[in-house]
Protein backbone atom coordinates (compact mmCIF):
# COMPACT_ATOMS: atom_id res chain seq x y z
CA UNK A 1 0.00 0.00 0.00
CA UNK A 2 1.25 3.76 -0.87
CA UNK A 3 1.98 5.97 1.24
CA UNK A 4 0.05 9.40 0.40
CA UNK A 5 0.47 12.73 2.41
CA UNK A 6 -2.93 14.32 3.40
CA UNK A 7 -3.84 17.41 0.98
CA UNK A 8 -3.33 20.38 2.32
CA UNK A 9 -7.24 21.45 2.18
CA UNK A 10 -8.21 18.11 4.31
CA UNK A 11 -5.53 18.87 6.47
CA UNK A 12 -6.41 22.10 7.26
CA UNK A 13 -10.43 20.74 7.42
CA UNK A 14 -9.42 18.26 10.40
CA UNK A 15 -7.12 20.47 12.30
CA UNK A 16 -9.97 23.19 12.33
CA UNK A 17 -12.00 20.50 13.93
CA UNK A 18 -9.45 18.77 16.51
CA UNK A 19 -9.24 22.69 17.31
CA UNK A 20 -13.15 23.05 17.89
CA UNK A 21 -12.94 20.10 19.70
CA UNK A 22 -9.70 20.93 21.99
CA UNK A 23 -10.67 24.63 23.02
CA UNK A 24 -12.54 25.03 26.16
CA UNK A 25 -15.55 27.03 24.92
CA UNK A 26 -18.00 27.96 27.42
CA UNK A 27 -21.60 28.26 26.08
CA UNK A 28 -23.43 30.63 28.77
CA UNK A 29 -26.66 30.12 30.21
CA UNK A 30 -28.73 31.34 32.95
CA UNK A 31 -27.82 28.49 35.72
CA UNK A 32 -24.68 26.32 34.30
CA UNK A 33 -22.46 26.44 31.06
CA UNK A 34 -21.80 23.85 28.55
CA UNK A 35 -17.95 23.18 28.82
CA UNK A 36 -16.14 21.55 25.86
CA UNK A 37 -12.93 21.22 27.17
CA UNK A 38 -10.84 17.77 26.12
CA UNK A 39 -7.63 18.89 28.51
CA UNK A 40 -8.04 17.54 31.41
CA UNK A 41 -5.36 19.32 32.79
CA UNK A 42 -7.07 22.61 32.89
CA UNK A 43 -8.83 21.38 36.07
CA UNK A 44 -7.59 20.34 39.42
CA UNK A 45 -9.28 17.38 40.85
CA UNK A 46 -9.89 17.48 44.66
CA UNK A 47 -12.09 14.44 45.14
CA UNK A 48 -10.76 13.71 48.63
CA UNK A 49 -12.23 11.64 51.39
CA UNK A 50 -15.07 13.89 52.84
CA UNK A 51 -16.94 14.18 55.90
CA UNK A 52 -20.43 15.43 56.76
CA UNK A 53 -20.31 17.97 59.67
CA UNK A 54 -23.26 18.26 61.86
CA UNK A 55 -22.70 21.63 62.85
CA UNK A 56 -22.49 24.85 61.16
CA UNK A 57 -19.10 27.28 61.77
CA UNK A 58 -19.64 29.34 59.19
CA UNK A 59 -22.10 32.78 58.43
CA UNK A 60 -24.35 32.80 55.72
CA UNK A 61 -26.02 35.57 53.71
CA UNK A 62 -26.50 39.00 56.19
CA UNK A 63 -30.19 39.94 56.02
CA UNK A 64 -31.16 36.94 54.25
CA UNK A 65 -33.94 34.42 55.14
CA UNK A 66 -33.89 30.82 53.52
CA UNK A 67 -37.67 29.10 53.30
CA UNK A 68 -38.18 26.22 55.89
CA UNK A 69 -38.10 23.09 54.60
CA UNK A 70 -38.79 19.85 56.32
CA UNK A 71 -38.65 16.40 56.16
CA UNK A 72 -41.36 14.05 57.86
CA UNK A 73 -38.82 12.25 60.02
CA UNK A 74 -36.06 13.30 61.11
CA UNK A 75 -33.97 16.27 60.04
CA UNK A 76 -31.99 16.14 56.34
CA UNK A 77 -28.99 16.67 57.76
CA UNK A 78 -29.00 13.25 60.19
CA UNK A 79 -29.57 11.87 56.39
CA UNK A 80 -26.30 13.74 54.50
CA UNK A 81 -23.74 11.07 55.76
CA UNK A 82 -25.92 8.20 54.22
CA UNK A 83 -26.63 10.91 51.17
CA UNK A 84 -22.60 10.47 50.91
CA UNK A 85 -22.05 7.23 51.17
CA UNK A 86 -24.74 6.83 48.32
CA UNK A 87 -22.41 9.39 46.79
CA UNK A 88 -19.86 7.25 46.41
CA UNK A 89 -21.69 4.21 45.16
CA UNK A 90 -22.58 5.49 41.97
CA UNK A 91 -19.54 7.21 41.33
CA UNK A 92 -20.30 11.03 42.27
CA UNK A 93 -17.22 12.26 42.84
CA UNK A 94 -16.54 14.82 45.91
CA UNK A 95 -13.65 16.49 47.83
CA UNK A 96 -12.57 19.40 49.41
CA UNK A 97 -16.77 20.14 50.93
CA UNK A 98 -18.86 19.10 53.35
CA UNK A 99 -22.74 19.31 53.49
CA UNK A 100 -23.88 21.09 56.63
CA UNK A 101 -26.62 23.20 58.08
CA UNK A 102 -26.78 27.52 57.30
CA UNK A 103 -26.87 29.75 60.05
CA UNK A 104 -30.69 30.45 58.15
CA UNK A 105 -32.25 27.20 59.58
CA UNK A 106 -31.38 24.39 61.48
CA UNK A 107 -33.47 22.16 58.81
CA UNK A 108 -31.59 24.35 56.03
CA UNK A 109 -28.45 22.80 54.22
CA UNK A 110 -25.50 24.09 51.89
CA UNK A 111 -22.46 22.92 51.00
CA UNK A 112 -19.49 24.21 52.55
CA UNK A 113 -15.69 23.98 51.84
CA UNK A 114 -13.12 22.88 54.51
CA UNK A 115 -9.68 23.19 53.08
CA UNK A 116 -8.19 25.74 51.24
CA UNK A 117 -9.16 25.83 47.38
CA UNK A 118 -8.03 27.14 44.03
CA UNK A 119 -9.29 28.48 41.12
CA UNK A 120 -10.43 26.00 38.85
CA UNK A 121 -10.53 23.18 41.57
CA UNK A 122 -13.56 20.58 40.54
CA UNK A 123 -15.08 19.47 44.13
CA UNK A 124 -17.91 17.65 43.19
CA UNK A 125 -18.30 15.90 39.63
CA UNK A 126 -22.09 14.04 38.56
CA UNK A 127 -22.68 11.34 35.99
CA UNK A 128 -25.00 12.67 33.53
CA UNK A 129 -27.14 9.04 34.22
CA UNK A 130 -27.19 9.97 37.97
CA UNK A 131 -28.73 13.89 36.59
CA UNK A 132 -32.49 14.35 36.41
CA UNK A 133 -33.10 16.24 33.20
CA UNK A 134 -35.81 16.88 30.51
CA UNK A 135 -36.33 18.98 27.46
CA UNK A 136 -39.00 21.32 26.96
CA UNK A 137 -40.97 21.46 24.76
CA UNK A 138 -40.45 18.22 23.33
CA UNK A 139 -42.87 15.29 22.57
CA UNK A 140 -40.23 12.67 23.09
CA UNK A 141 -40.60 10.83 26.38
CA UNK A 142 -37.79 8.80 25.50
CA UNK A 143 -35.85 12.12 26.01
CA UNK A 144 -36.00 11.99 29.74
CA UNK A 145 -33.61 11.43 32.32
CA UNK A 146 -34.36 8.48 33.65
CA UNK A 147 -36.16 7.14 31.27
CA UNK A 148 -39.47 6.69 32.56
CA UNK A 149 -41.50 5.51 29.09
CA UNK A 150 -42.38 2.11 30.21
CA UNK A 151 -43.63 3.57 33.87
CA UNK A 152 -46.00 5.84 31.19
CA UNK A 153 -47.36 3.45 29.32
CA UNK A 154 -48.93 1.65 32.38
CA UNK A 155 -51.61 4.80 31.25
CA UNK A 156 -53.46 4.77 28.35
CA UNK A 157 -52.88 8.57 27.89
CA UNK A 158 -49.69 8.24 29.95
CA UNK A 159 -47.21 9.50 27.37
CA UNK A 160 -49.86 11.78 26.15
CA UNK A 161 -50.09 13.71 29.29
CA UNK A 162 -46.22 14.04 29.62
CA UNK A 163 -45.90 15.30 26.18
CA UNK A 164 -48.20 18.24 26.90
CA UNK A 165 -46.97 19.45 30.67
CA UNK A 166 -44.61 22.25 31.21
CA UNK A 167 -40.91 21.53 32.05
CA UNK A 168 -41.16 21.35 36.21
CA UNK A 169 -44.49 19.36 35.74
CA UNK A 170 -42.44 16.60 34.06
CA UNK A 171 -39.74 16.64 36.62
CA UNK A 172 -42.17 16.20 39.05
CA UNK A 173 -43.54 13.18 37.55
CA UNK A 174 -39.73 11.76 37.73
CA UNK A 175 -39.48 12.66 41.21
CA UNK A 176 -42.59 10.98 42.26
CA UNK A 177 -41.81 8.33 39.92
CA UNK A 178 -38.28 8.04 42.20
CA UNK A 179 -40.30 8.81 45.13
CA UNK A 180 -42.72 5.93 44.96
CA UNK A 181 -39.86 3.36 43.95
CA UNK A 182 -42.23 2.83 40.69
CA UNK A 183 -39.22 2.73 38.33
CA UNK A 184 -38.05 -1.18 40.31
CA UNK A 185 -34.66 -1.38 38.46
CA UNK A 186 -33.92 2.69 39.35
CA UNK A 187 -35.69 3.94 42.06
CA UNK A 188 -33.74 2.37 44.89
CA UNK A 189 -30.67 4.06 43.76
CA UNK A 190 -32.12 7.39 44.11
CA UNK A 191 -33.73 6.91 47.28
CA UNK A 192 -30.63 8.36 49.85
CA UNK A 193 -31.13 11.47 47.71
CA UNK A 194 -34.38 11.63 47.99
CA UNK A 195 -34.48 11.36 51.47
CA UNK A 196 -32.75 14.45 52.19
CA UNK A 197 -35.03 16.56 49.79
CA UNK A 198 -36.96 18.56 51.30
CA UNK A 199 -41.28 17.85 52.32
CA UNK A 200 -42.61 21.01 53.04
CA UNK A 201 -41.75 24.67 51.70
CA UNK A 202 -42.32 28.32 52.89
CA UNK A 203 -42.72 29.70 49.37
CA UNK A 204 -45.62 32.01 48.90
CA UNK A 205 -47.77 29.31 46.91
CA UNK A 206 -47.99 28.49 50.64
CA UNK A 207 -48.89 31.38 52.23
CA UNK A 208 -52.12 32.82 54.21
CA UNK A 209 -54.03 35.71 52.80
CA UNK A 210 -52.49 37.96 55.16
CA UNK A 211 -48.98 36.85 54.52
CA UNK A 212 -49.49 37.84 51.03
CA UNK A 213 -51.09 40.98 51.71
CA UNK A 214 -47.99 41.87 53.55
CA UNK A 215 -45.91 41.90 50.54
CA UNK A 216 -47.44 45.30 49.88
CA UNK A 217 -46.40 44.37 46.06
CA UNK A 218 -49.51 43.62 43.62
CA UNK A 219 -47.15 42.35 41.34
CA UNK A 220 -46.42 39.55 43.20
CA UNK A 221 -49.10 39.26 44.56
CA UNK A 222 -50.83 38.84 41.32
CA UNK A 223 -48.41 35.94 40.16
CA UNK A 224 -48.91 34.36 42.73
CA UNK A 225 -52.76 33.93 42.33
CA UNK A 226 -51.83 33.15 38.90
CA UNK A 227 -49.37 30.18 39.84
CA UNK A 228 -51.72 28.51 41.87
CA UNK A 229 -54.42 28.37 39.51
CA UNK A 230 -52.21 27.33 36.92
CA UNK A 231 -50.61 24.15 39.18
CA UNK A 232 -54.61 23.48 40.19
CA UNK A 233 -55.74 23.56 36.70
CA UNK A 234 -52.44 21.67 35.87
CA UNK A 235 -53.30 18.97 38.31
CA UNK A 236 -57.03 18.64 37.53
CA UNK A 237 -57.27 18.64 33.74
CA UNK A 238 -60.27 15.99 32.96
CA UNK A 239 -58.07 14.15 31.18
CA UNK A 240 -54.84 13.86 33.33
CA UNK A 241 -57.25 12.74 36.45
CA UNK A 242 -56.87 8.60 35.08
CA UNK A 243 -53.07 9.49 34.95
CA UNK A 244 -52.37 10.35 38.38
CA UNK A 245 -54.55 7.83 39.95
CA UNK A 246 -52.76 5.27 37.75
CA UNK A 247 -49.73 6.56 39.96
CA UNK A 248 -51.07 6.85 42.85
CA UNK A 249 -49.51 10.86 42.39
CA UNK A 250 -51.85 13.52 45.31
CA UNK A 251 -51.98 17.20 44.80
CA UNK A 252 -49.73 17.17 47.61
CA UNK A 253 -47.50 15.25 46.07
CA UNK A 254 -47.75 16.88 42.90
CA UNK A 255 -46.95 20.15 44.61
CA UNK A 256 -44.15 18.85 46.14
CA UNK A 257 -42.18 17.73 42.62
CA UNK A 258 -43.44 20.91 41.42
CA UNK A 259 -41.50 22.72 44.16
CA UNK A 260 -38.09 20.92 43.85
CA UNK A 261 -38.25 21.37 40.59
CA UNK A 262 -38.71 24.99 40.55
CA UNK A 263 -36.03 25.35 43.48
CA UNK A 264 -33.55 22.80 42.31
CA UNK A 265 -33.51 22.86 38.33
CA UNK A 266 -30.61 24.09 36.47
CA UNK A 267 -31.85 25.20 32.66
CA UNK A 268 -29.12 24.85 29.65
CA UNK A 269 -29.89 25.91 25.75
CA UNK A 270 -27.71 22.74 25.12
CA UNK A 271 -30.29 20.08 24.08
CA UNK A 272 -27.43 17.40 22.54
CA UNK A 273 -25.52 14.35 23.60
CA UNK A 274 -22.14 14.23 25.55
CA UNK A 275 -18.89 13.45 23.42
CA UNK A 276 -19.45 9.64 22.19
CA UNK A 277 -15.76 8.30 20.91
CA UNK A 278 -17.51 5.70 18.73
CA UNK A 279 -18.34 7.03 15.60
CA UNK A 280 -15.09 8.67 15.00
CA UNK A 281 -13.41 5.60 15.91
CA UNK A 282 -15.44 4.10 13.00
CA UNK A 283 -14.32 6.66 10.65
CA UNK A 284 -10.92 5.99 11.35
CA UNK A 285 -11.62 2.61 10.36
CA UNK A 286 -13.97 3.13 7.03
CA UNK A 287 -10.58 5.94 6.32
CA UNK A 288 -8.25 3.32 6.66
CA UNK A 289 -9.89 0.79 4.69
CA UNK A 290 -11.13 2.90 2.14
CA UNK A 291 -8.02 4.19 1.25
CA UNK A 292 -5.91 0.74 1.94
CA UNK A 293 -8.01 -1.15 -0.62
CA UNK A 294 -7.66 1.40 -3.50
CA UNK A 295 -11.55 2.75 -3.24
CA UNK A 296 -10.61 6.20 -3.42
CA UNK A 297 -7.74 9.11 -2.47
CA UNK A 298 -6.79 9.97 0.86
CA UNK A 299 -8.13 13.45 -0.17
CA UNK A 300 -11.43 12.00 -0.84
CA UNK A 301 -11.66 9.91 2.24
CA UNK A 302 -10.25 12.42 4.45
CA UNK A 303 -13.21 14.45 3.11
CA UNK A 304 -16.10 12.21 3.65
CA UNK A 305 -14.49 12.23 7.25
CA UNK A 306 -14.69 16.19 7.76
CA UNK A 307 -18.16 15.97 6.20
CA UNK A 308 -19.04 13.28 9.29
CA UNK A 309 -18.01 15.02 11.93
CA UNK A 310 -19.19 18.29 11.57
CA UNK A 311 -22.48 16.69 10.85
CA UNK A 312 -22.14 15.37 14.75
CA UNK A 313 -20.76 19.27 15.91
CA UNK A 314 -24.56 20.45 13.57
CA UNK A 315 -26.27 17.47 15.25
CA UNK A 316 -25.44 18.59 19.13
CA UNK A 317 -24.84 22.18 18.57
CA UNK A 318 -26.79 23.81 16.10
CA UNK A 319 -29.90 22.23 15.30
CA UNK A 320 -31.15 22.41 18.32
CA UNK A 321 -30.84 25.83 18.43
CA UNK A 322 -33.24 25.98 15.27
CA UNK A 323 -35.52 23.67 15.59
CA UNK A 324 -38.11 25.27 18.30
CA UNK A 325 -42.00 24.65 19.00
CA UNK A 326 -44.29 27.43 19.28
CA UNK A 327 -41.05 29.73 19.36
CA UNK A 328 -39.54 28.72 22.33
CA UNK A 329 -36.48 27.09 22.00
CA UNK A 330 -35.97 23.73 23.64
CA UNK A 331 -34.21 23.48 26.85
CA UNK A 332 -32.95 21.13 29.07
CA UNK A 333 -33.97 21.18 32.74
CA UNK A 334 -31.56 19.07 34.76
CA UNK A 335 -31.46 18.40 38.60
CA UNK A 336 -28.00 17.39 40.09
CA UNK A 337 -28.14 15.26 43.55
CA UNK A 338 -25.26 16.92 45.60
CA UNK A 339 -25.06 20.12 43.59
CA UNK A 340 -28.41 20.77 44.11
CA UNK A 341 -27.43 21.44 47.91
CA UNK A 342 -25.67 24.67 46.49
CA UNK A 343 -27.35 28.10 47.80
CA UNK A 344 -27.25 31.06 45.58
CA UNK A 345 -26.07 34.69 45.61
CA UNK A 346 -26.32 37.39 43.21
CA UNK A 347 -23.06 38.20 42.56
CA UNK A 348 -19.19 37.24 43.67
CA UNK A 349 -20.37 33.41 43.86
CA UNK A 350 -17.60 30.93 44.38
CA UNK A 351 -18.83 27.85 42.72
CA UNK A 352 -19.82 27.49 39.09
CA UNK A 353 -21.79 24.63 37.61
CA UNK A 354 -20.81 23.20 34.05
CA UNK A 355 -21.65 20.65 31.80
CA UNK A 356 -18.61 18.73 30.86
CA UNK A 357 -18.97 17.67 27.42
CA UNK A 358 -16.27 15.08 26.67
CA UNK A 359 -17.09 13.43 29.93
CA UNK A 360 -20.76 13.40 30.13
CA UNK A 361 -20.80 14.76 33.47
CA UNK A 362 -21.61 17.47 35.17
CA UNK A 363 -19.01 19.46 37.69
CA UNK A 364 -18.89 22.24 40.30
CA UNK A 365 -15.87 24.08 40.47
CA UNK A 366 -14.44 26.46 42.35
CA UNK A 367 -13.97 29.99 40.34
CA UNK A 368 -11.71 32.26 43.03
CA UNK A 369 -8.98 30.97 45.35
CA UNK A 370 -10.36 30.11 48.92
CA UNK A 371 -7.81 30.30 51.71
CA UNK A 372 -10.49 29.86 54.71
CA UNK A 373 -13.89 27.81 55.40
CA UNK A 374 -16.75 29.04 53.80
CA UNK A 375 -20.17 28.20 52.16
CA UNK A 376 -20.02 27.72 48.48
CA UNK A 377 -22.90 29.58 46.91
CA UNK A 378 -23.31 29.41 43.14
CA UNK A 379 -25.23 31.86 41.25
CA UNK A 380 -29.10 30.77 39.78
CA UNK A 381 -28.99 33.18 37.52
CA UNK A 382 -30.22 37.11 37.24
CA UNK A 383 -33.00 36.62 39.94
CA UNK A 384 -34.78 38.93 40.76
CA UNK A 385 -36.26 39.07 44.61
CA UNK A 386 -39.85 38.52 42.86
CA UNK A 387 -38.66 35.12 41.29
CA UNK A 388 -36.18 34.05 44.23
CA UNK A 389 -39.29 34.56 46.45
CA UNK A 390 -42.13 32.82 44.38
CA UNK A 391 -40.52 29.69 43.49
CA UNK A 392 -37.16 29.92 45.59
CA UNK A 393 -38.64 31.04 48.89
CA UNK A 394 -36.00 33.68 50.12
CA UNK A 395 -34.88 37.30 49.75
CA UNK A 396 -31.35 38.61 48.44
CA UNK A 397 -30.17 41.47 50.72
CA UNK A 398 -28.72 44.13 47.71
CA UNK A 399 -29.92 42.14 44.98
CA UNK A 400 -28.28 43.78 42.25
CA UNK A 401 -30.59 41.94 39.86
CA UNK A 402 -34.04 43.25 41.66
CA UNK A 403 -36.62 45.18 39.83
CA UNK A 404 -39.79 47.10 40.65
CA UNK A 405 -43.30 46.55 38.70
CA UNK A 406 -45.15 50.03 38.72
CA UNK A 407 -48.85 50.00 37.28
CA UNK A 408 -49.05 50.55 33.48
CA UNK A 409 -48.95 54.22 32.49
CA UNK A 410 -52.72 53.88 31.70
CA UNK A 411 -53.30 53.91 35.62
CA UNK A 412 -51.23 56.75 36.46
CA UNK A 413 -52.86 59.86 38.24
CA UNK A 414 -52.84 62.09 35.53
CA UNK A 415 -53.93 64.93 37.54
CA UNK A 416 -51.25 64.47 39.57
CA UNK A 417 -48.61 64.17 37.26
CA UNK A 418 -49.50 67.33 35.54
CA UNK A 419 -49.72 69.19 38.60
CA UNK A 420 -46.03 67.90 39.29
CA UNK A 421 -44.26 69.32 36.04
CA UNK A 422 -47.02 72.13 35.67
CA UNK A 423 -48.35 71.25 31.95
CA UNK A 424 -51.55 69.75 30.65
CA UNK A 425 -50.99 66.53 28.50
CA UNK A 426 -53.38 66.57 25.28
CA UNK A 427 -55.91 64.37 25.24
CA UNK A 428 -56.03 63.73 21.65
CA UNK A 429 -52.10 62.53 22.49
CA UNK A 430 -53.28 60.38 25.55
CA UNK A 431 -55.73 58.50 22.85
CA UNK A 432 -52.81 58.58 20.14
CA UNK A 433 -50.56 56.37 22.20
CA UNK A 434 -53.39 54.42 23.96
CA UNK A 435 -54.24 53.84 20.32
CA UNK A 436 -50.65 52.67 19.72
CA UNK A 437 -50.46 50.56 22.38
CA UNK A 438 -47.92 52.57 24.80
CA UNK A 439 -49.80 53.05 27.73
CA UNK A 440 -49.99 49.57 28.74
CA UNK A 441 -52.71 46.97 28.31
CA UNK A 442 -56.54 47.69 29.55
CA UNK A 443 -56.27 44.51 31.69
CA UNK A 444 -53.82 42.43 33.78
CA UNK A 445 -51.62 40.27 31.93
CA UNK A 446 -49.74 38.20 34.51
CA UNK A 447 -53.00 35.70 34.40
CA UNK A 448 -50.68 32.43 33.96
CA UNK A 449 -47.86 31.01 36.23
CA UNK A 450 -44.45 31.82 34.38
CA UNK A 451 -44.02 28.62 32.65
CA UNK A 452 -39.95 29.71 32.38
CA UNK A 453 -38.38 32.42 34.96
CA UNK A 454 -35.21 32.17 33.49
CA UNK A 455 -34.81 36.05 32.69
CA UNK A 456 -36.98 38.79 33.82
CA UNK A 457 -38.62 39.63 30.88
CA UNK A 458 -40.87 36.48 30.88
CA UNK A 459 -42.70 38.57 33.44
CA UNK A 460 -42.71 42.00 32.57
CA UNK A 461 -45.70 42.27 30.21
CA UNK A 462 -47.64 45.67 30.59
CA UNK A 463 -46.27 47.18 33.91
CA UNK A 464 -43.41 50.28 33.98
CA UNK A 465 -40.61 48.29 34.85
CA UNK A 466 -37.20 49.72 36.79
CA UNK A 467 -34.29 47.56 37.48
CA UNK A 468 -32.28 47.97 40.07
CA UNK A 469 -29.13 48.56 37.60
CA UNK A 470 -30.42 50.79 34.61
CA UNK A 471 -33.80 52.06 36.11
CA UNK A 472 -36.40 53.20 34.48
CA UNK A 473 -37.27 51.24 30.87
CA UNK A 474 -36.14 53.74 28.15
CA UNK A 475 -39.90 53.04 26.35
CA UNK A 476 -41.31 54.38 29.33
CA UNK A 477 -39.17 57.40 29.34
CA UNK A 478 -39.85 57.89 25.48
CA UNK A 479 -43.43 57.46 25.81
CA UNK A 480 -43.33 60.63 28.90
CA UNK A 481 -41.39 62.77 26.74
CA UNK A 482 -44.44 62.61 23.98
CA UNK A 483 -46.83 62.92 26.75
CA UNK A 484 -46.18 65.63 28.57
CA UNK A 485 -44.26 67.28 25.21
CA UNK A 486 -46.40 70.89 24.33
CA UNK A 487 -48.11 70.99 21.04
CA UNK A 488 -45.22 72.64 19.69
CA UNK A 489 -42.60 70.33 20.70
CA UNK A 490 -44.86 67.42 19.27
CA UNK A 491 -45.59 69.49 15.90
CA UNK A 492 -42.07 70.58 15.64
CA UNK A 493 -41.17 66.90 15.57
CA UNK A 494 -43.29 66.30 12.87
CA UNK A 495 -45.06 64.01 15.24
CA UNK A 496 -42.61 61.80 15.06
CA UNK A 497 -42.41 59.14 17.46
CA UNK A 498 -38.48 58.18 17.49
CA UNK A 499 -37.71 62.06 18.03
CA UNK A 500 -38.53 60.90 21.67
CA UNK A 501 -36.00 58.21 22.56
CA UNK A 502 -33.52 60.66 23.70
CA UNK A 503 -33.35 63.76 25.49
CA UNK A 504 -36.08 66.27 22.76
CA UNK A 505 -35.55 69.97 24.89
CA UNK A 506 -33.63 70.60 28.19
CA UNK A 507 -37.31 71.98 29.24
CA UNK A 508 -39.08 68.68 28.51
CA UNK A 509 -36.39 66.66 30.10
CA UNK A 510 -37.05 68.82 33.00
CA UNK A 511 -40.40 67.93 33.20
CA UNK A 512 -39.89 64.16 32.65
CA UNK A 513 -37.61 64.14 35.29
CA UNK A 514 -40.33 65.98 37.48
CA UNK A 515 -42.50 63.51 36.53
CA UNK A 516 -41.37 60.01 37.17
CA UNK A 517 -40.43 61.57 40.89
CA UNK A 518 -43.31 62.20 41.38
CA UNK A 519 -44.74 59.21 40.14
CA UNK A 520 -42.24 56.74 42.32
CA UNK A 521 -42.71 59.03 45.34
CA UNK A 522 -46.27 58.48 45.17
CA UNK A 523 -45.47 54.69 44.76
CA UNK A 524 -43.22 54.58 47.53
CA UNK A 525 -44.83 57.07 50.08
CA UNK A 526 -48.55 57.12 49.54
CA UNK A 527 -49.68 53.39 47.98
CA UNK A 528 -47.85 51.68 51.00
CA UNK A 529 -49.35 50.72 54.66
CA UNK A 530 -45.48 51.40 56.13
CA UNK A 531 -42.71 53.30 55.18
CA UNK A 532 -39.33 52.16 54.57
CA UNK A 533 -38.45 53.56 58.37
CA UNK A 534 -40.82 51.90 59.79
CA UNK A 535 -40.06 48.24 57.62
CA UNK A 536 -36.35 48.57 59.35
CA UNK A 537 -37.67 49.08 62.78
CA UNK A 538 -40.06 45.58 61.77
CA UNK A 539 -37.17 43.75 61.21
CA UNK A 540 -34.63 45.04 63.36
CA UNK A 541 -37.86 43.73 65.89
CA UNK A 542 -38.66 40.03 64.23
CA UNK A 543 -34.40 39.64 64.18
CA UNK A 544 -34.15 40.28 67.79
CA UNK A 545 -37.39 38.59 69.00
CA UNK A 546 -38.05 35.59 66.65
CA UNK A 547 -41.42 35.16 68.37
CA UNK A 548 -42.89 38.48 67.25
CA UNK A 549 -45.54 38.16 64.42
CA UNK A 550 -47.87 40.44 62.38
CA UNK A 551 -50.21 42.31 64.26
CA UNK A 552 -52.62 40.54 62.39
CA UNK A 553 -51.17 37.47 63.62
CA UNK A 554 -49.51 36.10 60.07
CA UNK A 555 -47.03 33.40 60.41
CA UNK A 556 -44.33 34.65 61.89
CA UNK A 557 -41.69 33.06 59.29
CA UNK A 558 -43.40 34.54 56.47
CA UNK A 559 -44.09 37.78 57.85
CA UNK A 560 -40.56 38.43 58.28
CA UNK A 561 -40.15 37.27 54.55
CA UNK A 562 -42.79 39.58 53.56
CA UNK A 563 -41.04 42.58 55.08
CA UNK A 564 -37.78 41.54 54.18
CA UNK A 565 -38.99 41.41 50.40
CA UNK A 566 -41.14 44.83 50.18
CA UNK A 567 -38.05 46.60 52.19
CA UNK A 568 -36.01 45.35 49.62
CA UNK A 569 -38.69 47.05 47.06
CA UNK A 570 -39.11 50.16 49.26
CA UNK A 571 -35.01 50.67 49.06
CA UNK A 572 -34.97 50.17 45.05
CA UNK A 573 -37.37 52.59 44.97
CA UNK A 574 -35.73 55.33 46.99
CA UNK A 575 -32.62 54.68 45.22
CA UNK A 576 -34.50 55.81 41.87
CA UNK A 577 -35.13 58.95 43.79
CA UNK A 578 -31.86 59.56 44.79
CA UNK A 579 -30.75 59.53 41.38
CA UNK A 580 -33.50 62.02 40.00
CA UNK A 581 -31.85 65.45 39.38
CA UNK A 582 -35.00 67.93 39.18
Known amino acids: ?26 IEVNSFVIKLDNNNNNNNKIFLP ?15 VKSKKKTSDSSRINKSNELMDWANSVDIQIGGISISNTNNDNDELGIFTKQPLKSNDIVINVPNEISLSVISPDEDDNTSSPNISNILSKSAIGKQVYKDVPWYVKLSIILNVLDKNLLDDISGNFQPWINTLPREFNTPFHWDDNSIKELQYPFLQQSIISQRKVWKDEYYKPYEKQFWNVYDISYNDFIWGCECARSRAFSSSYTGNAFNIKPFIYVLVFMTIYVGLSLGTLEQAANGAAVVICGFVFKDFIIPKLTSKNNKTKKRYTICPIIDMCNHVGVN ?27 LYISYGPRSNDQLLQYYGFVESNNMHDIYIMPP ?14 RT ?35 LKGGVVITKINGIDPAIKQVLRILISTDDEWESSGNDISKFSETYSIDNEKCLNQVIYKAIEYELYEDKKTSLVDDEGILKRLEKDSSASSLDGSNNIEFKLAVMFRLEKKKLLKEMLDKITL
Not at 355 to 367: A, C, H, P, R
Not at 413 to 419: K, N
Request: glycine share 4%; proline share 2%.
Open 1 to 26: MKLHALPISSLWKCISIVQLLNTTLL
Open 50 to 64: TTTSTTSLYSSRKGN
Open 349 to 375: EIGNVAFEYFKDSYSLTIQKEITQSKE
Open 409 to 422: LREWDITMLESSCG
Open 425 to 459: FSLKRIEYLNSLGLLGPSTSTTTQDNDDDDNNSNI
